[in-house]
C-alpha cells in the first residue's frame, strides 16, 4: 500500500498528514541516500546527483545550525540525519505545507467523480507554494490550486496571503495597483 492510498484511506485528516510528511522526509532520505548504501562518518556523497547535491547542502546548513547548540553536531552526520527524520523537521513550513497540499490532492480528488488530471506545471505549483505562502503577500496561481489553497485548506488565513487565480484578475490587478 503506497502513501496515497494510506492518506484517502485514512480516518482522520490529521493522521493523513502525518502519514505523507513521513512519506516525504523518507523519500527524502531515500533519494539523498540511494547510492551512499555504506553511510557512514564522514562524506561519502555522489554529487553526480542534484538530490544528493541538494541534500549534502541541507545537511551541512542544518550542521551548521546544530553546532552552534550542540557541541556534538560538528561532523557527525548521524546526528544531523536524526534531525531529519524528527518532528521538528517535519513542522518546517516546507514540509509542512507540501504535505498539507498532497494529502488535500489526494483526499479532494477522492470526492470527486471524475477527478481533476494531473498536470505537468502542478509538480512546480506544489515547489513554488510549499515555499511561499509564510513570506508573502500573494499568490496568483491556476484555479484549481485556488480552490485547494482558500477553500480547502484555508492558507489565505493561516498564512495571511491573498490567493489569487484568473477567475479574479481584476481583483488582483487592483492589489498590484494598490503598491503603485
Not at 531529519?84 to 504535505?99: K, L, V
Not at 470526492?111 to 494531473?118: F, M, T, V
Amino acid at each position: 500500500m503506497c502513501s496515497s492510498d494510506l492518506i484517502t484511506e485514512s480516518p482522520s485528516f490529521d493522521e493523513a498528514l502525518s502519514i505523507e510528511k513521513k512519506a516525504y522526509v523518507d523519500m527524502i532520505m531515500k533519494l539523498a541516500l540511494s547510492e551512499q548504501p555504506n553511510f557512514t562518518d564522514g562524506w561519502p556523497w555522489d554529487t553526480t546527483t542534484s538530490a544528493s547535491v541538494r541534500f549534502r547542502k541541507m545537511i551541512i546548513f542544518v550542521q551548521r545550525m546544530l553546532v552552534k547548540h550542540i557541541t556534538e553536531g560538528d561532523y557527525n552526520p548521524g546526528l544531523i540525519i536524526d534531525f531529519f527524520r524528527s518532528d521538528y523537521f517535519s513542522a518546517t513550513p516546507y514540509i509542512h505545507i507540501r504535505a498539507l497540499i498532497e494529502v488535500a490532492l489526494a483526499r479532494e480528488m477522492g470526492k470527486q467523480k471524475e477527478a481533476r488530471k494531473a498536470k505537468p506545471s502542478d509538480r512546480l505549483d506544489k515547489e513554488i507554494i510549499s515555499h511561499y505562502p509564510p513570506y508573502c503577500d500573494a499568490i496568483f496561481i491556476d484555479r484549481a490550486f485556488q480552490y485547494l489553497l482558500s477553500d480547502v485548506l484555508e492558507f489565505d488565513q493561516e498564512y495571511s496571503v491573498d490567493i489569487f487565480s484568473m477567475k479574479d484578475k481584476e481583483r488582483f490587478l487592483s492589489f498590484v495597483e494598490g503598491f503603485l
